[in-house]
C-alpha cells in the first residue's frame, strides 16, 4: 500500500511559479515510482511528469520539458512538481500518482493504483 497526500497549487499570475508537494507513506513505496498527472475541464487526465524512487532519470510530458522539474527527497519520503513560467493551459487539478512502472511507461499509463487527493493550480493572465 501507498498512500499519498497532496499540498501546494492555488493561483498564480502567468509566467509566475508554483510548487506542488507529495508526502508518501506506506510499505512499499521505495520500490515505485512517482509521478504527476493534471487534468483540465472537460479534458481527459494527462500525463506531467514522473520519476523513479530509486533513482534514474525523470520523464517529462512536452507541453511542460524546460519548465517542470520533478523531484523527490528520500529523506523526507517527499515529492515535488516545481512549475515555472506557467501560463493559462496549465491550470487543472493536479495529481500525485505511484505505480510499479518506469517514467516512461507511466507517461502512457491509463490505470495506476495509488493517487493523491488532488490540488487545483489556476493560472491567471
Known amino acids: 500500500q501507498v498512500q499519498l497526500v497532496q499540498s501546494g497549487g492555488g493561483l498564480v499570475q502567468a509566467g509566475g511559479s508554483s510548487k506542488l508537494s507529495c508526502a508518501v507513506s506506506?510499505?512499499?513505496?521505495?520500490?515505485?515510482?512517482m509521478g504527476w498527472f493534471r487534468q483540465a475541464p472537460g479534458k481527459e487526465r494527462e500525463f506531467v511528469a514522473a520519476?523513479?524512487?530509486?533513482?534514474?532519470?525523470?520523464y517529462y510530458a512536452d507541453s511542460v520539458k524546460g519548465r517542470f522539474t520533478i523531484s523527490r527527497d528520500k529523506a523526507e519520503n517527499m515529492v515535488y512538481l516545481q512549475m515555472n513560467s506557467l501560463n493559462s493551459e496549465d491550470t487543472a487539478v493536479y495529481y500525485c500518482?505511484?505505480?510499479?512502472?518506469?517514467?516512461?511507461?507511466?507517461?502512457?499509463?491509463?490505470?495506476?493504483?495509488?493517487w493523491g487527493q488532488g490540488t487545483q493550480v489556476t493560472v491567471s493572465s
Open positions: 520519476i523513479s524512487w530509486g533513482g534514474g532519470s525523470p
Open positions: 500518482a505511484a505505480g510499479l512502472t518506469t517514467p516512461q511507461a507511466m507517461g502512457v499509463s491509463k490505470t495506476l493504483p495509488y
Open positions: 506506506g510499505r512499499t513505496f521505495r520500490s515505485h515510482t
